[in-house]
């Protein structure tokens, strides 16, 4: 079983507004994370939302499953952490995908697992042009270092820790690179996406 994970906790800055509840196509950014890891074949499917009556709305009308981060001031790891302390012990692994990247697309998905469930590799991560991107599939027995409170940097410290032993994979899907964390990166989103993911 590959669960996949969407944190959204986080405070969006340098967004200004809450990045789950942002739009592209007539979807929030959270409806589209989860529909990608679903249609994908992710099962189940966790969104980790902050205490905001606003986005736990948005989280359950996707039908996820929702977990409130009452304290993500450590950032995404401790979404992740929270996620992973509510699976079961049957897990055989994840794919993290994080709310602002929500224009990765279904068959990127269904690739990584795909890989994920062919190989004994720890780490799947998918590239566009040669730049890794989001989202990442991490393996059951790297869920000791994710769970290690003296972890320094999150789930990216075990990424570089593990990337000679990890499986990358070229697609073609711009989307693995769109961060959207800025108006301005947005605004570009809105003008190259396409309809469906």
Known sequence: MIAGIVPCAGTSKRMGEPKALMEVSDKTFV???????????CAPVVVVVPNNPDIESAAHSTKAHV?????PGEG???????ALREMTSTLDGIIYLPVDHPLV??????????????????????????DRGHP???RANLFNELNDPALDGGARTIVHRHLSEATLI????SGVL???????SYEYALQNVSDSP
């Open 31 to 41: 409806q589209r994370a989860v529909d990608v890891l679903s249609l994908g074949g």
């Open 67 to 71: 977990l409130v981060n009452h304290d």
């Open 76 to 82: 995404p790891i401790t979404s992740l952490r929270l």
């Open 105 to 130: 697309k279904v068959d990127t998905i269904r690739q990584l697992l795909v890989v994920a469930k062919e190989s004994l590799a720890p780490l799947v991560i998918p590239t566009y042009l040669g």
């Open 136 to 138: 990442s599939f991490f």
């Open 170 to 173: 070229p697609v073609d899907d």
């Open 178 to 184: 769109a961060d959207i964390d800025t108006p301005e």
